[in-house]
């Protein structure tokens, strides 16, 4: 067995499955939030049948759905439509018990090679062929996955899942609040939409469902603060960076509006040593401006629609606007120009 493959691929299914998880983050959030513009922050306390209790409700919903698609698009990312039915029943014990994303994560890569190694392969009478993928496969994998979930995965990443928890709990009880909400601010701008970040997730989702709605203005300023700050520096620092880098300004701009950090992993990449320090430092300083000043957001998710939503837009927007300012003198000091004879490269290339 491979085992760097093996690896490999569990890390794509695991993006590929948070790549179809955010978006339906992204929208329970902000549907969520958007009544609490004319409640006063009390859309969880509206009166059924109102517009701010449907759109509070069946965004809290769609929100809640997150773990079920984590569950079957990873397991679908290994094994294809067969594995739908048993990452179904990840997401659902997943959701319904203590494990959440870790669970849902895990099970999904387990239900996906079980569906890929064990029953596609599976051989039958000819006469039941045709009820094999819309039958059989479903049945047993999902048969199979309940009983793993329920016996082995759910206890095991329940039990970690509580440990983080309670780490951040015991963090935040001493009063160290801006110690946890620098980490998260680093788990953010570095992890970029990968597993760092990703294992954070499920503790801060466990402040913010317990009143801790802070967290939720880390997780927004510090993501759109780092693409704002790397954008700025392709900007005042021109001899730094490539032609192809400048021209992704639209990207980082985008990233830094809606949210998304995957916009800087091309410039961490180009420059590791530098970019590496800069996104940690950068996104501790973020974590720590929440911390100071105190702002909050109703939602962890939706860049420039959720910095609109804040306790205090004016301080929401310091906070970003210090951390970017930072982000960028950084990269101005410590960031080497190219030389003279790469740029005359890069600009060839580029025509």
Request: glycine residues 10%; proline residues 4%; neutral net charge.
């Amino acid at each position: 067995m491979d085992v760097k493959k093996f690896l490999k691929d569990c890390y794509a299914a695991m993006m590929a499955g948070i790549s179809y998880m955010v978006p339906v983050i992204v929208a329970g959030g902000i549907l969520q939030a958007i009544p609490n513009l004319w409640t006063n922050g009390a859309a969880a306390e509206a009166v059924e049948g109102t517009i701010a209790f449907t759109m509070y409700s069946w965004g809290s919903s769609l929100f809640g759905m997150m773990y079920y698609v984590l569950g079957m698009f990873v397991a679908f990312a290994i094994a294809g439509r067969g594995a739908f039915v048993p990452g179904l029943m990840v997401g659902l014990i997943a959701v319904n018990g203590s494990s959440g994303f870790l669970g849902a994560l895990v099970g999904g890569i387990i239900a996906g090679y079980l569906v890929k190694s064990v029953l596609m392969k599976l051989k039958l009478p000819s006469v039941l062929q045709s009820a094999k993928p819309v039958l059989i496969i479903p049945l047993l994998s999902a048969a199979i996955m309940m009983f793993l979930m329920v016996f082995m995965i759910e206890p095991v990443c329940g039990w970690l899942m509580n440990l983080i928890y309670d780490a951040g709990r015991f963090v935040e009880s001493i009063g160290y609040n801006w110690l946890l909400y620098a980490f998260f601010g680093i788990c953010v701008c570095f992890g970029m939409g990968g597993p760092i970040i990703a294992g954070t997730v499920p503790l801060m989702l466990a402040l913010i469902a317990d009143g801790n709605v802070e967290v939720a203005a880390v997780m927004n300023c510090t993501a759109c603060a780092s693409c704002y700050g790397t954008a700025l520096a392709t900007v005042l620092f021109k001899k730094k960076y490539r032609p192809d880098q400048r021209a992704n300004l639209p990207g980082l701009l985008t990233g830094g509006i809606c949210q998304i950090t995957e916009f800087q992993i091309p410039f961490l990449m180009d420059d590791i040593k530098v970019m590496t320090p800069c996104y940690i430092l950068s996104g501790a300083l973020g974590g720590i401006m929440v911390a100071l000043t105190g702002v909050t957001t109703p939602t962890f998710h939706g860049g420039i629609f959720t910095a609109f939503l804040a306790s205090s837009v004016p301080l929401h927007l310091l906070c970003i606007l210090v951390q970017a300012s930072f982000t960028c003198l950084f990269i101005g000091i410590f960031k080497k120009n190219l030389s003279e004879e790469n740029e005359e490269v890069s600009e060839l290339v580029a025509e």
